[in-house]
Nanobody, 120 residues
């Protein structure tokens, strides 16, 4: 199983970016997909998560600015980030809790991370 994230980059404060993540491999079922981020010197934190039924949860710091969406048929999850702030600068990691065909349990999988830099 592989999670491939893309879409990071440099953006000015107030700008927008869209992150995308695709899960591929021998996937039987995905429970939830989400995005985490880790800023320099800080712990990794949850940004947003979406479960298979579409229910979402956001960190307080991004509510109203970020929107997570998911395509269950394609096993993809996107994060639309608007009104970006310098405090949003971090490496963003895609995450999925999924079950493969060779396992009876759900496990966490992570993408490689994509850097988002918000700076003028």
């Amino acid at each position: 199983v592989q999670l491939q994230a893309s879409g990071g980059g440099l953006v000015q404060p107030g700008g927008s970016l869209r992150l995308s993540c695709a899960a591929s491999g021998s996937i039987f079922s995905i429970n939830h997909m989400g995005w985490y981020r880790q800023a320099p010197g800080k712990q990794r934190e949850l940004v947003a998560v979406i479960i298979s039924l579409g229910r979402t949860n956001y960190a307080d710091s991004v509510k109203g600015r970020f929107t997570i969406s998911r395509d269950n048929a394609k096993n993809t999850v996107d994060l639309q980030m608007n009104s970006l702030k310098p405090a949003d600068t971090a490496v963003y990691y895609c995450n999925a809790l999924l079950r493969t065909y060779s396992s009876s349990q759900f496990s966490d999988y992570w993408g490689q991370g994509t850097l988002v830099t918000v700076s003028s």
